[in-house]
């Protein structure tokens, strides 16, 4: 799209979009991605054979593949192996966002709707019909039908489980192509000191 | 019949010739190519050291040349089926001379095709998941078993039929041959001697084959093109793909052989067998299946393009005028429309003008798996920036390495088996002669090496 | 009487006449105050709907209609607890908001209402608490896609065919090589 063209636009995170029927599993030859019953879609990075027809059948280009030695954290060499979490990096296999089973074994929310400072990121259980971005509940079906919320690419009949809802005129500018504009002023910056740390 | 003899025996000669004789040029060509596979050996092994990483492929481009190569030699491997099994079932006479080498092409092709799909793994040690924990829904699958049941069907069905002119290798070559040779000639050609009750059962063995390699080889490289159209990415969702791609494969498959027919020909002095005629008659073919192609891309950007739905826009622009511009130009007036110009054309067609299309042909038809392949992974399907793509010194050097293993492979052979079906060139120059003359034309059945000379 | 005993009569009596005072002037708020009852049923599964009822009634029990109530669920999920406003729901002439809640968990669950009743905007709170029982899953994801025919059998039936024929196609070869023993017969020559 032309530049002149764009209105407003904004970010839309990059994350799996948990399709029910996913075109991810359905293509891998080995069963290496998986529904679970939960519900999430999984990568077993011990099965993987690395021959990424999976990135090129997922509709919405969300999954990576490790080329080469990826840069592996000491601690991450010590995590007992289990498909729900990807660490440490293989290389020569294919991963994406999981929606990190293990911390919601813990307990915990995932990385991202821990550490997003708008609180952005909601994570929650549509059996429960829960949702929290960490401090704020809230009921999932009745969130998703007041604020329009939408899926991604609808028509492909992915039936995807990642719901966005779109602004509603906030005043935290994101237009990059306005020659002079201000740095915006992040409401969050004092809200960083008593921030919640990772839990583990 | 003294004629008759004479001929049979200038046959004969001719096929046993590359076993008697080895000169320079041949092992000057083996070790070239030896050094070529070699070189591709160490860009393997940095790979296999470093990762994928070291290709030009990333999260966005995740296939690149070696998917793309590994579809141009399944394809070109249908050669041995459009001569050999739909000739044959056609019973079109001037087949005769041209089928071992269709068949060897696509053996050799089929072992090459394969091994680029283990070079393209990210884990290549874990192939063998694929037998273990193999998934039936998955195209990846329908692949591995396909393929592994046309390489069974071809190789079965290059040594079937070459059995008698084993036997002729093994009774002609007894004795004046290394001991290695001698006893893989016995071996293979399994005790043949040409009775009746063998003869029949050769018939019918061809004959299954024949019909059953058919099927087999439509499927093969179908499946392969639902490794793409299985998928939704924009440009490889099309129903056409799985007959466009047979028809390419064809026609790829015709152009490789002209190509290789010709090397040959010159190599061991096959000019009273390999024709003029064959020459035209193939190169005739090639310039109906590019119609055929012609056709097929017709319907693929003309369905496409009329609707111009979300991604083939930007498909268009990037294949017919931005960055893969000049390939596609190339692949169509190239690859398409130079054979059927050549063909139309009498002064070019003849040998040298049906080489000249054949070489064009397998170049372009190289390139259009490649834009298939890179373009189809580039229509952005989010709101980014299109990534690109260039193949890096290690893809090359696995291309090369690749031909240069085609190419020995088919050296080999030719040093080691018959390179013309001596004994249906035979029964074809026997019923030729025979229907100009006035005695009755011999029965076709296989000729007999046992009682020859 | 001293003085200080008359004193202390003085602002008695006069304690006693401001309270009067106050008294006259809280009464009209006294009166006013809502009173608000809950109805949940006894016997709440997991997955049935249910209607929880809140009545609205001034303090002369007549009913207050066109009161928005807002109920919160307690919850608690992921490391967070506190409330998830499940829903709205305004009083009708009877003064009675019905809300048609699903519970989706079981346990025991704490409802929490507010309303603003009064004119000076005050919000008002109103809980209760209740037991679901049942376990039953609601959401069941089906993933994958199904075609019936179109499965393993069908692959397998395939190749079957084909490696059979191949497999008959050796035993031709077998044949082949068994007669072998046989004697070359005159053939072809003879006819030429």
Known sequence: MPKEEILRSFYVPKLCNLCEHSPCSQVCPVGATFSTPEGTVLIDQERCIGCRICMAACPYDRRFFNWGNAPIPPEALLADYSAEHQIPAKKGTVMKCDFCPDMARAGTLPYCAQGCPNGAIYYGDLEEDIATNGTALVSVSRFLSENDAYRLKDDLGTKPRVFYIPGHGEAVGRDAFTPDRQPTEWPWMERAEGAATWKR | ?453 | MNVITRRAVRTAISCLAVGAIAVTLAAPALASHVLAHVTVPDKMTVGETVAVAVDLRAGDRTPLPGTTVIFYLHVSFGGVAGEAEIGRAVTDETGVANLAYRPRLAGRHELRMEYVASDDGAVEVISTAFDVTGGEQLYRSAAGVDVPGVDAGLVMATLATVWSILFLVTLRLVAIARAGGASATPGLDQTR
């Open chain 2, 1 to 453: 019949m003294e004629a008759l003899n004479d001929w049979e025996r200038r046959l004969e000669e001719t096929a046993l010739a590359p076993i008697r004789r080895t000169g320079p040029r041949f092992w000057a060509v083996v070790a070239f190519l030896l050094a070529v596979i070699g070189w591709g050996a160490y860009a393997y092994s940095v790979q296999l050291r470093d990762g994928l990483v070291v290709t030009g492929m990333r999260d966005r481009i995740s296939w690149g040349l070696y998917i793309a190569t590994f579809v141009f030699f399944i394809g070109i491997s249908h050669a041995g089926t459009l001569i050999s099994a739909i000739l044959r079932v056609s019973q079109a006479r001037w087949r005769t001379p041209v089928t071992r080498m269709a068949e060897f092409v696509t053996v050799v092709a089929l072992v090459c095709g394969a091994s680029y799909v283990i070079i393209d793994l990210g884990r290549p040690d874990r192939l063998l998941h694929v037998v273990a924990y193999g998934r039936w829904q998955s195209p990846i699958v329908w692949d591995v078993l396909a393929i592994t049941t046309y390489l069974t069907g071809s190789i079965t069905y290059l040594f079937v039929p070459m059995i008698p002119d084993l036997a002729l290798f093994r009774d002609r070559l007894g004795g004046r041959t290394s001991r290695w040779r001698g006893w893989l000639y016995r071996t293979l050609a399994i005790g043949w001697n040409g009775n009746a009750a063998q003869r029949r059962s050769l018939a019918s063995a061809i004959g299954v084959l024949m019909i059953l390699i058919i099927p087999i080889a439509v499927s093969v490289h179908t499946v392969v093109s639902w490794i793409f159209a299985m998928t939704m990415r924009v440009p490889w969702d099309s129903a056409l793909f799985g007959a466009f791609f047979v028809a390419g494969a064809i026609f790829s498959g015709i152009a490789i052989l002209i190509v290789v027919m010709a090397i040959l020909r010159r190599a061991y002095h096959l000019e009273e067998y390999l024709t003029e005629k064959h020459f035209v008659y193939l190169g005739l073919l090639l310039a109906t299946f590019a119609a055929i192609m012609i056709y097929a891309n017709i319907s693929e950007f003309m369905t496409h393009g009329y609707k111009l739905r979300e991604g083939v826009e930007f498909h268009f622009r990037q294949l017919f005028l931005a960055e893969f511009a000049p390939l596609f130009w190339f692949y169509l007036l190239g690859g398409l429309i130079a054979p059927i110009v050549i063909a139309l054309l009498p002064a070019t067609r003849n040998v040298r003008g049906f080489v000249a299309a054949a070489a064009l042909v397998t170049v372009a038809m190289w390139i259009e798996r490649y834009f298939i392949v890179v373009t189809g992974l580039r229509v952005p399907l989010m709101p980014y920036e299109p990534a690109s793509y260039a193949p890096t010194w290690v893809e090359w050097s696995l291309l090369a390495a690749g031909l240069a293993l085609f190419a020995l492979l088919i050296t080999v052979f030719t040093k080691v088996f018959p390179i013309i079906a001596v004994w249906e060139v035979a029964e074809d120059h026997e019923a030729t002669v025979a229907g100009s003359g006035t005695v009755q034309p011999a029965p076709e059945t296989p000729k007999l090496a046992g009682e020859v000379g």
